[in-house]
């Protein structure tokens, strides 16, 4: 018996909703969507759901009854497994091509893509900011204490100085007032 040198392969088959039932709300218009809200690739057409903001799969693209695959809300593996009841077999209308698809997100992009922030690099410090951050890093409450301790003498006698009234018209710092009246005269014509 002689072996056969033709490879077998599947036949093509129409992709299929597999389930009948069909969600009672009006069907999904996918140009009401955002072109980076669904993909129309034939690979993977899928869309994000409206009601729960997870993406999910679109079956029979190229038949009557296009519709939203009945999915869970939430993360796979993470979230609880809770049904979307909103979105899961929702009818959709796909009335975009996949050329026109695809235009709308380049466009988009690069409507978008100048609006990109920069890498924000840190600003350098010049050596003196360094040293100060490094002594005020180093320092301990102790050694705070210590510092105020030695401090504390002079703005002791500051506070006296604050305090004292000066005796008649003489100030304790700085330059006398003057008590006569200045009159300047204006020359003559």
């Given at each position: 018996m002689s072996a056969s040198?033709?490879?077998?392969?599947?036949?093509?088959?129409?992709?299929r909703t597999r389930s009948r039932t069909v969600n009672a709300r009006p069907a999904l218009v996918i140009s009401t969507l955002?072109?980076?809200?669904?993909d129309l690739r034939p690979a993977c057409a899928s869309l994000i759901c409206p009601d729960c903001k997870t993406w999910?799969?679109?079956?029979g693209l190229g038949t009557k009854t296009t519709k939203v695959v009945p999915h869970d809300t939430g993360r796979a593996g993470k979230?609880?497994?809770?049904?979307?009841r909103l979105g899961s077999n929702r009818l959709v209308t796909v009335n975009v091509t996949v050329k026109k698809w695809q235009e709308r997100l380049e466009d988009g992009h690069a409507?978008?893509?100048?609006?990109?922030?920069?890498?924000?690099?840190?600003?350098?410090?010049?050596?003196?900011?360094?040293?100060?951050?490094?002594?005020?890093?180093?320092r301990t409450l102790a050694g705070r204490a210590a510092d105020w301790n030695a401090v504390l003498?002079?703005?002791?006698?500051?506070?006296?100085?604050?305090?004292?009234?000066?005796?008649g018209d003489a100030l304790t710092e700085g330059p006398?007032?003057?008590?006569?009246?200045l009159h300047p005269q204006r020359p003559a014509r």
């Amino acid at each position: 018996m002689s072996a056969s040198t033709l490879e077998r392969t599947a036949r093509p088959r129409r992709s299929r909703t597999r389930s009948r039932t069909v969600n009672a709300r009006p069907a999904l218009v996918i140009s009401t969507l955002k072109p980076h809200q669904y993909d129309l690739r034939p690979a993977c057409a899928s869309l994000i759901c409206p009601d729960c903001k997870t993406w999910v799969p679109i079956t029979g693209l190229g038949t009557k009854t296009t519709k939203v695959v009945p999915h869970d809300t939430g993360r796979a593996g993470k979230d609880a497994a809770v049904r979307c009841r909103l979105g899961s077999n929702r009818l959709v209308t796909v009335n975009v091509t996949v050329k026109k698809w695809q235009e709308r997100l380049e466009d988009g992009h690069a409507e978008t893509g100048h609006r990109r922030s920069t890498t924000v690099l840190p600003k350098a410090f010049s050596p003196q900011t360094d040293r100060t951050l490094r002594a005020r890093a180093e320092r301990t409450l102790a050694g705070r204490a210590a510092d105020w301790n030695a401090v504390l003498p002079r703005v002791a006698a500051a506070d006296k100085n604050r305090l004292a009234v000066p005796a008649g018209d003489a100030l304790t710092e700085g330059p006398a007032v003057p008590l006569d009246t200045l009159h300047p005269q204006r020359p003559a014509r």
